[in-house]
């Protein structure tokens, strides 16, 4: 059981460059969520998915995409990165909802140039 | 939403010492509240989490307080030791998301020294 997986662990773009962040998870999580940190700060929600083909916005989401096509991944989109976009991104997943089965990914280390 | 925050960015104890750290809320309906430690370069780790149904709630090692009279809550840190070292956040369900996602506080560094 290796529970929620992030790749790549540390990323450099440059501005206007497009990428995807993957986050798997093999817990059968119906509830998966991605949250960005920026230095100093609380993760702030992206975007999140209560199941497969079912996704919303949350506090951040301008500048990513996301979709949910199985119950196991959910990737994280920038279409045009920007600097405002470095930040240190984290992927989760609970069983139904419920935080305290909640699991976060170890993160993925994004830098905009 | 209500925004969670915290009073202090760094907090430095010794060994052994109890550390307490705490936690403001502005939302007089919230009423679920978890409490989160980060390690450097890890995620998030659940802690304890308490309802407001409840002034206290023990886990090992650690206790959280909540006083809804004040909104704030605090975590305390028995005997506090190296590996306890990390960021702690608390944080409370978002009701946009079908309380299936979290609000964070900007969060405390606990520093232990031995």
């Known amino acids: 059981n290796a529970g929620v997986t992030q790749t790549p662990k540390f990323q450099v773009l440059k501005t206007g460059q497009s990428m995807t962040l993957q986050c798997a998870q093999d817990m059968n999580h119906e509830y998966m969520s991605w949250y960005r940190q920026d230095p100093g700060m609380g993760l702030r929600l992206i975007h999140y998915s209560v199941g497969a083909g079912i996704t919303d916005q949350g506090e951040v989401p301008n500048g990513y995409n996301v979709s949910r096509s199985t119950t196991e991944d959910f990737p994280l989109r920038l279409l045009s990165a920007a600097p405002s976009q470095t930040s240190v991104y984290f992927c989760?997943?609970?069983?139904?909802?419920?935080?305290?089965?909640?699991?976060f990914g170890p993160g993925t280390r994004l830098l905009v140039l | 939403g209500e925004s969670v925050g915290l009073h202090l960015p760094t907090l430095s104890v010794q060994e052994g010492d109890n550390s307490i750290i705490n936690c403001a809320y502005s939302n007089s309906a919230s009423d679920y509240f978890i409490w989160y430690k980060q390690e450097s370069g890890k995620g998030p780790q659940f802690i304890i989490d308490?309802?407001?149904?409840?002034d206290k709630r023990q886990g090992q090692r650690v206790t959280v307080l909540l006083n809804k009279t004040v909104k704030h809550l605090s975590l305390q840190i028995a005997a506090t030791q190296p590996g306890d070292s990390a960021v702690y956040f608390c944080?409370?369900?978002?009701?946009?998301?079908?309380?299936?996602?979290?609000?964070f506080g900007k969060g405390t560094m606990l520093l232990v020294s031995p």
């Open positions: 944080a409370e369900p978002r009701p946009e998301s079908g309380y299936s996602t979290l609000t």
């Open positions: 989760a997943s609970s069983l139904d909802g419920q935080l305290m089965t909640q699991y």
């Open positions: 308490i309802r407001s149904n409840m």
